[in-house]
């Protein structure tokens, strides 16, 4: 009996057991319709999207940011590789003022060499705007002692106090209610002063650079210089702004934000290019030079403005010098005027320094033959030009020595309008050189079709229908140098021109032409100032009136050029100079005579002083016996 | 103390434990090495980790007998240490306003971790005893009440809420299956659950700061908490399916602010994408559904302490990971919760490893000689 019971106790315990296993199970199938969820939640995080944008790009652009790499500017050289215009590192300061300590702010005075008050006060004009930048100094050298003291001041350790905010604690039950978000008791704060020893912080020393010009003013009009954005302006470091910049490189990468150490994985967008440096042909001691002398010629004679352009035979630009200019270094003021590039951006009637093309296109043409014992008749008018009474007739010699316009016009009537344009067209004129084409103005040759009587007159002593830069006009002369052909300019070595030398005069007419303007510069000639002891040099002088409002002005406005080479057998400097009304002129005999501007008593003298010292620095040229 | 059962662990059990603590090991060195920068975390994980199959495997000795003689004192130490986090440093600990662990110099002991297990063993106990009891209408479930009441309110003085939580769920599920009346509960937890909305009803904007996680657009919720949740998913997003690779995550570095303990589940998205988090889930949906098998043999083989104790600690950590890991889908807001076998924590991994250990040694007494298992309970 009692087992019976026993067994229906079983099976009833039993029954109820199964009941707790259902429940059991009923537990277990509630987690599995979890798990499930979650699986298909795992899976559909990826493929959601959140206002239009898919989570995945979402994760994409949080993830990265996009990083630049400064491109290093590229230097610019001359021919010897010495630098023109470099990159300076420097170091900038930057104050964090919601960072630093007000103990910190005597000793950071003190080294930075300002009134604790006018610190403090920029400090706090800053800190008032919460701004987290005060660039204190710019431009720091590495050498400069402030850095050194700056290392020690952030090893120093002085007693800070601040008045801090310290957090009540909160009740049990409010903190309770806080957890449970369910009631948002406010913390309030007490205010405490605490004190300890501490380390300054919120000054950092940033990365900076910054363009250097190491010749000064001397080259500022033909460099250019940058932008604060560090962009070119104008010159070389504008015109060759792409390749001297190089390319920023951009990439995306990761950043972790407390130590700035990026993640791997970076993402390059674009590589970055550096910067390329640029050769120039320019001779920095020929272009020192030549500065100095067109420098020193500006303030004696109290012109408006100089400019000089030095070649070398193969047409490579040696110096190309203007002033005034300023210096690049100095970025406190900016007068365009001052890095006008005058020798490429001007247009200008050449004048008189012209004639000796006249003379050669006419030996050439076989109409004169320039010997002692050809005379040119001088005492009839022809058009406008009048006999000046002075000489009756004169040999091509004596005319380019004196620098006689109704000569030159006399042999240019026996030459054609067609050649003469001809001439002077594959002499350059009125063509771009190509050196820096966005400043560069081409001048202008009228073509001969619609020439007046007088424009082919004029234009044989370097006016009317024609004008041009100072950089052509010296190209021009570029035939003594090449045996009657003309190569192309060049600026920028290791580039080739597309243009080749073209030959414009014969070999015999250039040997006579310039035997001839070796006489200009001799005490006879007009170019007597530009004589060089110990050299045998030769030249032309020009004087030009300048139009003001239409019409030439005769009272004194005018440009003086010279343009010469030397020595005069294989020459290897050719030199163009240009003042522009020059106020204040002397005789050679007196130096305190005041004498009437023109080319051989201003211009020929820049020549002749920088010159003098160029030709001083080279050895390879043999010194003559004539003087 | 010892005893042994003649039986061997079940391999598969044993396995897909070892394959998950392996998979976890790692990804939280991954996780910790890119947080920190330093391979301290790692090192004092494997520490734990070899410390925790150390005692597992003794606990694979233990019959369930003596953890039912000794609940009592488990249950009073443990409520002992929980009262000790409160003393002031140098004993107890406080971290980020949290006071939760015990310093033992060269580790942090976390006795709520302790709790969960130690709960389930004496609540296990409790119920056997008290099966009269409990089927008496109130007089058990107050009994109950005040188990779990002391433990919650000591743990709630932490603050550890989801402790609390979930020791006292598994304590409310373990007296459902112990066969308490339905109609009882019921009538109880409508109570509870009136008070709490009575409550509710008293603090103003109550409703809205409960549901405004779910209510609001997480991508406009400029919250710091939700923060976390958003990159949670982002990193999972940037997994795929196929993950970006271990250690290429990105998110563990500054975006995630936990990302060796709550938020390791997002970076195994990050890192192995849906396939690393599938395969987690899988793995784990294997163990406890084999873990709720156990528990049934027990109870059927007439063993009420250790089915009780089997489906305690299943429903534990089925818990522990589905809180966690609904918390790195987004589905609730982030609570600090560990996901256990895989997050870094010394505590938190020794007991799991100590309960699987548990439900190994339950599995290895339902299948030996009925003679021996007559002793077994």
Known sequence: MSGKISTISKTLALGRVQNYWRRQGAIKYFFVFLFSVFSYQTTSISQSSIAGLSIQDRAYHQAASLERTIAQRGDILDRNSHILASNLLLKRLNLDPTLIQVEFIPKLAHILDMKVQTLSKLLASKRKIGSRYLIIKKNIMLTDPIIEQLKQLKLMRILVCANKNIANKLDFMAHILNTLNLQKTKTTHTLVKQCKRARIAGVALQQDTKRYYPKAASLAPLLGRVNANKKGGSGIEGEFENSLAGRDGQSLINFKAHTNKSYFNSKTITQRQQGQNIMLTIDADIQYHAYEAIKKSVQKHEADSGSAIVLAPNGEVLAMVNYPADNPNDNSTYNAEHYRNRVLSDKVEPGSTMKPFTMLLALDKNQITATEDEFIDVSKRIGHIKPDGKYKQMTIKKILQKSHNLGTVNVSERLESKAMYNTWNKLGFGHQLGLIPSIENSGSLRHFSSWASSDKRTLSFGYGPMEANLAQLARAYLVFANEGAIPPLKLVKNISTYEGTTQVFSKQSIAKIAHLLDAVVSNQGSGYQAQIKGYNVAGKTGTAEIVVNGSYNKKGTKRTFFAGFVPVKKPKYIMAVRLDHPKKCYTSWNPNLANKCEGSNSAAMVFKEAMGHILSNDTSIKLSMKN | ?377
């Not at chain 2, 009440?145 to 002391?150: A, K």
């Not at chain 2, 089915?307 to 429903?315: E, H, P």
Request: some cysteine.
């Open chain 2, 1 to 377: 103390m010892f005893e042994k059962t003649g039986q061997v662990p079940d391999k598969n059990l044993l396995f897909a434990i070892l394959t998950l603590l392996t998979f976890g090991w790692i990804l939280s060195f991954s996780a910790s090495l890119g947080h920190f920068s330093s391979y301290d975390y790692f090192i004092k994980q494997t520490i734990f980790i070899i410390l925790g199959l150390s005692l597992g495997y003794t606990a694979l000795k233990i019959p369930l007998y003596f953890y039912k003689n000794h609940s009592k004192l488990f249950f009073i130490i443990t409520l002992i240490c929980l009262a000790l986090v409160f003393l002031p440093e140098p004993i107890g600990k406080t971290v980020k306003g949290s006071t939760r662990w015990i310093d033992f110099v060269l580790f942090k002991f976390q006795p709520s971790e302790m709790m969960k297990l130690v709960m389930i063993l004496f609540m296990a106990g409790f119920l056997v005893r008290q099966e009269k009891d409990l089927r008496k209408p109130y007089m058990g479930f107050i009994k109950t009440l005040i188990i779990i009441g002391s433990s919650s309110l000591l743990l709630l003085l932490e603050p550890d809420i989801g402790a609390a939580f979930i020791i006292s769920a598994t304590a409310f599920a373990m007296l459902l299956t112990a066969g308490v009346y339905l109609k009882q509960l019921f009538i109880v937890g409508t109570s509870v659950v009136a008070i709490f909305v009575a409550i509710l009803f008293q603090i103003p904007n109550r409703v809205e700061r409960l549901t405004s996680f779910w209510r609001e657009d997480l991508w406009l919720n400029k919250s710091e908490k939700v923060w976390q949740t958003k990159q949670a998913l982002i990193g999972i997003a940037r997994g795929d399916w196929t993950g970006v690779g271990l250690g290429n995550g990105i998110q563990k570095y500054t975006k995630l602010p936990e990302p060796h303990t709550d938020m390791i589940f997002a970076i195994i998205g990050e890192e192995t994408g849906i396939i690393g988090m599938l395969f987690v889930l899988f793995t784990f949906a294997y163990i406890v559904l084999k873990g709720f098998k156990i528990a049934k043999d027990a109870l059927k083989n007439n063993r009420k302490y250790s089915s009780y104790v089997g489906f305690g600690i299943c429903t534990w950590l089925s818990m522990q990971f589905s809180i966690n890991i609904a918390m790195n889908l987004g589905l609730i807001p982030p609570k600090g919760f560990t996901l256990p076998l895989i997050s870094y924590g010394g505590s938190s991994m020794i007991f799991a490893l100590i309960s699987l250990a548990i439900l190994l040694r339950i599995d290895m007494e339902n299948r030996c000689e009925y003679s021996k298992q007559k002793h077994y309970v």
